[in-house]
């Protein structure tokens, strides 16, 4: 198991937990986790990537173990902060449901300090959307709330997940998580996150992925279209998996990513050639290649301040399905 070390970040209203793990003088990768999660949704994830990459992934504030209040513009200046921490400014962002829109606001803010992104099961914060969809959206997830009461976050780990295990997982993650602060902070992703900007293109590498069998909003009947107005973007599906597709089929999702990162890090090492629609073959899609950063030597990770923790690993076979 790889070995996890955990910082410290201090907000002025907030301490943010974060861990890191892999060598500290490889290309690094900040994995952000979704609404009412917490950094080991990414274990096996973390597991595969920290041979090869520096891993970094954070508690958001309000969950696991960072404190604070919830906000979403809160919680994209704490990942601002963060990466102020790395040694590099130069980083691959990977981020999944709420934390792919945390990942696509930090990009428009900062994006020469992002090298690729991957926004995985999340909407597009800057579509064009009905003026009362957000409105609409909050009120149901209210009433949900209120109806379902005690059964509410049993609806919402069916929602999530469709493997036992990892609706297990988000049960236990929330078990001391009310029905009120939930749609917080559902509430403050909808109304605060997405903002119509239609001629906003994402200016680096990216990969849009869900799962099969996501059925939250609107993100898989979307993102085929997201993808098709960005240039620099690929859109694949997670055969067998649901809104949390990472946990779903980790196997896919992480043969998916890893592949990516080699494509827009290490482009010259790649020579597969996968299948095109209607049969034959055609070259792979080539991302073209990021630059370093200027300058010397990378900066050392913070020191860790605490002892180093193990991830655990949730493993379910299947298959991937790329487009």
Request: hydrophobic share 45%; aromatic share 4%; glycine share 6%.
């Amino acid at each position: 198991m790889v070995p996890l070390y955990e910082h410290v970040l201090l907000r002025p209203d907030a301490t943010i937990h974060y861990w890191t793990a892999g060598p500290t003088d490889a290309p690094i990768v900040v994995l952000l986790h979704g609404a009412t999660l917490d950094h080991q949704a990414w274990a096996p994830q973390i597991e595969a990537l920290a041979a090869r990459f520096s891993v970094v992934v954070p508690d958001l504030r309000a969950h696991g173990a960072s404190t604070g209040h919830f906000g979403f513009h809160a919680a994209v200046e704490d990942t601002l902060a963060l990466l102020d921490e790395l040694p590099s400014r130069r980083i691959v962002l990977v981020g999944l449901s709420l934390g792919g829109n945390i990942a696509q606001e930090v990009l428009r803010r900062r994006p020469d300090d992002v090298r690729a992104l991957v926004a995985a099961d999340t909407t597009c914060n800057t579509a064009a959307r009905h003026p009362l969809a957000a409105s609409l959206s909050v009120a149901t997830l209210q009433a949900q709330a209120v109806l379902a009461g005690d059964g509410f976050a049993e609806q919402a780990a069916r929602a999530t997940a469709v493997k036992p295990a990892v609706r297990d997982y988000v049960l236990q993650v929330n078990a001391d998580r009310s029905n009120r602060e939930t749609v917080h902070i559902l509430t403050s992703l909808l109304t605060t996150a997405l903002h119509a900007d239609p001629d906003y293109r994402l200016p680096v590498p990216t990969l849009l992925v869900h799962g099969q069998f996501d059925h939250i909003g609107d993100i898989a009947s979307a993102m085929p279209s997201w993808a098709e107005r960005e240039p620099l973007a690929r859109h694949a599906v997670i055969a067998n998996a649901g809104h949390a597709s990472n946990l779903d089929n980790p196997e896919a999702f992480t043969a998916l990513l890893t592949t990516f990162l080699d494509e827009v890090l290490h482009p010259a090492d790649q020579r597969r050639v996968r299948p095109a629609r209607g049969g034959g073959a055609r070259p792979a899609l080539r991302f073209p290649p990021v630059a370093p950063p200027a300058g010397g030597d990378p900066r050392p990770l913070p020191r860790p301040r605490r002892r180093p923790r193990q991830p655990g690993a949730t493993t379910v076979p299947g298959s991937l399905s790329e487009k």
